[in-house]
């Protein structure tokens, strides 16, 4: 594929459910970011990874929330015990090195937690 | 705290005129800004990045400048069309971060 793609594209789930959040990269890509963007606000990091090094989780809003990535393909994002206000569209974007370069982003996976 | 404001929520005008947004930011000096569209349902795409040292950039019908003295990035559209109607992101980098003002709809009307 050309793009960055995120499954699924929507998910509802239950307040308390655990959910997981899929991105495929572009190929090639060593650094892969998740962002959150609740309704009507900007985006939000929350973590980003780079090749092999330690992953940067420093905008990770809670302890419920991890995330994973095998080498430098696929990543998911998982959330614990799901709270109303974790509802909001999850973006990930990749891009081809440092975070200086551009980042593309996928169409996102809009969660509601019920 | 670094902060990126993007002052209106929206702008709308008439097609045919040029359209112009902007970003501010306060107690810092970044290396450089980037400008995204967002399109309703989808992800971020990129449009322009502009760099500290450069006083304007162009991309056919888009101009971005940077004024390092008044700390705020303008973004242009000129001859705007109705298919410019999304909304514009401008961001910065923290760290390892891109950090996102929230964001200006536009609405182009014919």
């Known amino acids: 594929g050309a793009g960055v793609s995120q499954s699924p594209s929507n998910k509802v789930t239950e307040k308390g459910k655990d959910v997981e959040l899929r991105c495929d990269p572009i190929?090639?890509?060593?650094?892969l970011y998740w962002y959150r963007q609740r309704l009507g606000q900007g985006l939000e990091f929350l973590i980003y990874?780079?090749?092999?090094?330690?992953?940067?989780k420093s905008g990770l809003p809670s302890d419920r929330f991890s995330a994973e990535r095998t080498g430098e393909s696929v990543s998911t994002l998982t959330i614990q015990r799901t709270q109303q206000e974790d509802s909001a569209v999850y973006l990930c974007?990749?891009?081809?090195?440092?975070?200086?370069?551009?980042?593309?982003f996928g169409p996102g996976t809009r969660l509601t937690v019920l | 705290s670094q902060k990126i404001e993007q002052n209106s929520e929206a702008l709308n005008i008439q097609e045919g005129k040029t359209a112009t947004l902007t970003c501010n930011y306060t107690?810092?000096?970044?290396?450089?800004l980037q400008w995204y569209r967002q399109d309703p349902g989808r992800g971020p795409v990129f449009l322009l990045l502009?760099?500290?040292?450069?006083k304007e950039k162009r991309k056919e019908r888009l101009k971005v400048t940077f004024d390092t003295t008044l700390k705020q990035s303008l973004f242009h559209i000129t001859a705007s069309q109705p298919a410019d109607s999304a909304t514009y992101l401008c961001?910065?980098?923290?760290?390892?971060?891109?950090?996102f003002g929230k964001g200006t709809t536009l609405s182009v009307s014919s």
């Open positions: 974007a990749s891009s081809f090195g440092t975070s200086a370069d551009t980042q593309y």
């Open positions: 190929s090639g890509h060593t650094a």
């Open positions: 990874f780079q090749g092999n090094s330690a992953p940067d």
């Open positions: 107690n810092y000096s970044p290396a450089y």
């Open positions: 502009i760099r500290e040292n450069e």
């Open positions: 961001a910065h980098q923290a760290g390892t971060a891109l950090i």
